[in-house]
Nanobody, 115 residues
Framework: QVQLVESGGGLVQAGGSLRLSCAAS????????MGWYRQTPGKQRELVAV???????NYADSVKGRFTISRDNAKNTVYLQMNSLKSEDTAVYYC?????????WGQGTQVTVSS
């Protein structure tokens, strides 16, 4: 059974930085696509960034150049480095592991950016 646990969220001023971590337990981390998503009240969850098992990345246009996703397969952990944070980045951030027959989600971590 896969479990994902996010950490690193918090309150930061606009222009600041945060680093989110997502630790995975169970099997499959090294071969699966991992991603970060975010959600604000009343809105659908949206993709922030994804990374393949081989390290290829893709980002939402709104975070390109500011956020960096990375993974450490030896530690079963995926990271999201967030720089130059803006108030519109405020959201609950979720970690996701693509799987079959189902995907796995973490419980989320709150990021609040004050302007």
């Amino acid at each position: 059974q896969v479990q994902l646990v996010e950490s690193g969220g918090g309150l930061v001023q606009a222009g600041g930085s945060l680093r989110l971590s997502c630790a995975a337990s169970g099997s499959g981390f090294g071969t699966n696509v991992m991603g970060w998503y975010r959600q604000t009240p009343g809105k659908q969850r949206e993709l922030v960034a994804v990374i393949t098992s081989g390290g290829r990345t893709n980002y939402a246009d709104s975070v390109k150049g500011r956020f960096t996703i990375s993974r450490d397969n030896a530690k079963n952990t995926v990271y999201l480095q967030m720089n130059s944070l803006k108030s519109e980045d405020t959201a609950v951030y979720y970690c996701k592991m693509n799987g079959w027959p189902r995907d796995y989600w973490g419980q989320g971590t709150q990021v609040t950016v004050s302007s």
